[in-house]
């Protein structure tokens, strides 16, 4: 980096962006262990972590960019190094001097479609609430028990609309009050944070929590786990507190309480994908395999990396809007993975995950060996 006179100079950068946690690192090599790149290709975590414990001057360098913030080294550090955030430090430094290899270019346009429109994928806002165009779904108001935030991708994604319609589905046969933002929803900022642009990811949680308030949001509803984490745990940074639910966690809640009534079992034979940010991130595991087990009389069989050692699918940490050559794709492995236990459907509640999942399922040419399908989808398929 040209404009970065020297090593201590980087280091205050580092340190300053979040990455102090690095100099805890005594090298053990678990990170490396345990990170989903080295099923693919060689990918150390800890030569990143040394670097910049010293001084790192190859910010050009495509690795920066590699991590999906999937949560596996942190949660098996000894050091409590916290790689993500301090990963994250790395990625501001980069944003802050427009240092994009080939693998995150994408990340400015990104940026800029994030500004203009509110969402990652230069879409008009004028069109977000489009996705729910003949249910009936009212704006909400204070009056409501939740507030349905579908999020960027169920907004605007062919594939990933089904899921939001799927929820309204299911929100109106328990007799849910609910309403959404329509056009005024925003981008939760958790992704575009995660690539090292925190003042845009300030500014959209600063619109996002001033509208919430204006409405008087209480609870928030989501269908996507980044939005969970975000405004669950980050958006605590600005002295607020939501209630804020996954559908995962809801849809246990109704059928528990015997608001939500199926008619029939679900057909065929399923298995359940962990999202990172629903459960290394956020701890619910329980939620959804109860969910599943309800709808079908048997609990979900369990693929090998299961639970707090589910595979990331290669979506977080900003991955959703950068290319990966074929071959070192986590999902295919996913896949691979979720074919051997037999399933007939591989279930989930992530957009990301849903994404790289039909891109795999493509790509592999599975066709109608297994189905890749949202929580939301199997639910409305027995209610």
């Keep these: 980096m040209e404009n970065v006179a020297d090593y201590q100079e980087i280091v205050e950068i580092i340190k300053s962006s979040g990455g102090e946690a690095f100099k805890r690192c005594f090298q053990c090599g678990l990170c490396d262990v345990v990170c989903p790149w080295n099923r693919v290709r060689r990918f150390s975590m800890r030569k990143i972590v040394r670097q910049a414990?010293?001084?790192?001057?190859?910010?050009?360098?495509?690795?920066?960019?590699?991590?999906?913030?999937?949560?596996?080294?942190p949660t098996h550090c000894p050091r409590d190094v916290r790689q993500v955030e301090s990963g994250m430090a790395l990625r501001r430094i980069a944003t802050e001097y427009g240092v994009f290899p080939d693998t995150a270019s994408p990340i400015p346009g990104v940026s800029a479609s994030l500004t203009a429109e509110g969402n990652p994928l230069n879409e008009k806002r004028g069109r977000r609430a489009d996705w729910a165009d003949g249910l009936g779904v009212k704006p909400f108001s204070e009056e409501m028990d939740v507030l349905l935030f579908p999020g960027c991708y169920p907004s605007y994604d062919p594939r990933l609309k089904k899921t939001a319609r799927a929820a309204v589905?299911?929100?109106k046969a328990a007799g849910v009050d609910f309403g959404t933002l329509g056009v005024e929803e925003s981008c939760c900022g958790e992704s575009v944070r995660k690539t090292g642009d925190e003042a845009l990811f300030k500014r959209l949680a600063k619109a996002n929590i001033k509208i919430f308030i204006d409405r008087g949001v209480k609870k928030i509803l989501v269908l996507s786990p980044h939005c969970l984490h975000t405004f669950k745990n980050e958006y605590a940074d600005f002295m607020v507190h939501f209630e804020v639910v996954h559908i995962t966690q809801y849809?246990?809640?109704?059928?528990?309480a015997g608001r939500l009534k199926t008619r029939r079992c679900l057909d065929g034979r399923i298995t359940w994908h962990d999202p990172c940010y629903l459960g290394r991130h956020n701890g619910i595991y329980a939620a959804p395999r109860a969910v599943l087990t309800h709808i079908s009389n048997n609990a979900p069989a369990e693929m090998p990396d299961a639970f707090e050692n589910s595979l990331c699918c290669g979506g977080g940490g900003g991955r959703i809007w950068m290319e990966t050559p074929r071959g070192e794709r986590f999902a295919d492995i996913r896949l691979e993975q979720a074919l051997g236990t037999g399933a007939d459907v591989l279930v989930t509640a992530c957009p990301y995950c849903i994404t790289n999942f039909e891109e795999s399922r493509l790509t592999l040419g599975i066709g109608e060996k297994l189905a890749v399908k949202d929580i939301t989808e199997v639910v409305r398929e027995v209610i």
Excluded: V
Excluded at 53 to 73: H, L, N, V
Excluded at 251 to 256: F, K, M
């Design 169 to 171: 589905d299911i929100l």
């Design 251 to 256: 849809l246990a809640e109704l059928i528990q």
């Design 53 to 73: 414990a010293f001084g790192m001057t190859e910010i050009e360098s495509e690795d920066i960019w590699m991590c999906t913030t999937c949560g596996s080294c």
